[in-house]
C-alpha cells in the first residue's frame, strides 16, 4: 500500500524561484491537508481541503496556493519562494466524517530549503 | 490561546520504565477526538492512539496507553516498559467538529539504555 505519497523528498530553491509539491494518496480519502513542520513549532496547518473542489486557509497561508486537482491529488505551490519557508512539508489525508476516530495518514515529507 | 500545549520540551527515561507525556488542550467543543503521533528520526508521523470526548474508558494500544481526564482537559500518554527504539518526538493533536487537526509543539523522549 503506497498511502500517501510526496514528492520530491528534497529540493533546494534560490529566493524568488517558484516550485510546487505534490501528494497522492490512494486511500479514496476525502480530505486532504498540507502543514510545515519547523523546530519547536510542531505542525502548522497551511491549507486544507475537505472534498474534490474545496479548499480552505489553515494558520499559515500566506506565500502558498492549493489545487485539489482530483480525489488523489492535492498540490502546493510556492510562487516566489523565501528564506521563511525553509521547512519541511507535510501532506497529510484523512475520511471525512463529522467526528470520527480516524486518524490522519501522513506523506513522508518533503525537505525544502531556500537560499 | 493554544489549542494543544505540550509542556515539555524533552523527556529521559530508562529502558523497560514507564513514562508519561504531557497534553492538555483547550476546546468549547462537547465533541472532540485527541490523537497521539510519533515521529522517529526518519521523519515520518506515525499514528499511535486515539480517545473521543465521550469515551468512557481510557484508551490503550498495546504499550501506550491514554490518561484521559476530561475536567482538567489532559490527555496524557503513558507509555509503558519503554524500549529503545521509542526514542522520537511525540505529538499530541486534537480534532473539533470538522475536518481541522491542531497539533502541539511536541516533546523529544530519548530512552536511555
Known amino acids: 500500500n503506497a498511502g500517501v505519497t510526496q514528492t520530491p523528498k528534497f529540493q533546494v530553491l534560490k529566493t524568488g524561484q517558484s516550485m510546487t509539491l505534490q501528494c497522492a494518496q490512494d486511500?479514496?480519502?476525502?480530505?486532504m491537508y498540507w502543514y510545515r513542520q519547523d523546530p519547536g513549532m510542531g505542525l502548522r496547518l497551511i491549507y486544507y481541503?475537505?472534498?474534490?473542489?474545496?479548499?480552505d486557509k489553515g494558520e499559515v497561508p500566506n506565500g502558498y496556493n492549493v489545487s485539489r486537482l482530483n480525489k488523489r491529488e492535492f498540490s502546493l505551490r510556492l510562487e516566489s519562494a523565501a528564506p521563511s519557508q525553509t521547512s519541511v512539508y507535510f501532506c497529510?489525508?484523512?475520511?471525512?466524517?463529522?467526528?470520527?476516530?480516524?486518524?490522519?495518514?501522513f506523506g513522508d515529507g518533503t525537505r525544502l530549503s531556500i537560499l | 490561546a493554544q489549542k494543544i500545549t505540550q509542556t515539555q520540551p524533552g523527556m529521559f527515561v530508562q529502558e523497560k520504565e514507564a513514562v508519561t507525556l504531557d497534553c492538555t488542550y483547550d476546546?468549547?467543543?462537547?465533541?472532540?477526538?485527541l490523537f497521539w503521533y510519533k515521529q522517529p528520526s526518519s521523519g515520518e508521523m506515525i499514528f499511535l492512539i486515539y480517545?473521543?470526548?465521550?469515551?468512557?474508558q481510557n484508551a490503550t494500544e498495546g504499550r501506550y496507553s491514554l490518561n484521559f481526564q476530561k475536567a482538567r482537559k489532559s490527555a496524557n500518554l503513558v507509555i509503558s516498559a519503554s524500549q529503545l527504539g521509542d526514542s522520537a518526538m511525540y505529538f499530541c493533536?486534537?480534532?473539533?467538529?470538522?475536518?481541522?487537526?491542531?497539533f502541539g509543539t511536541g516533546t523529544s523522549l530519548t530512552v536511555i539504555p
Open positions: 481541503s475537505a472534498s474534490e473542489g474545496t479548499t
Open positions: 493533536a486534537m480534532r473539533e467538529w470538522g475536518n481541522q487537526f491542531y
Open positions: 480517545q473521543g470526548s465521550y469515551d468512557q
Open positions: 497529510a489525508s484523512m475520511v471525512t466524517a463529522p467526528l470520527s476516530n480516524q486518524p490522519q495518514h
Open positions: 486511500m479514496n480519502h476525502n480530505s
Open positions: 476546546t468549547s467543543d462537547p465533541s472532540y477526538g
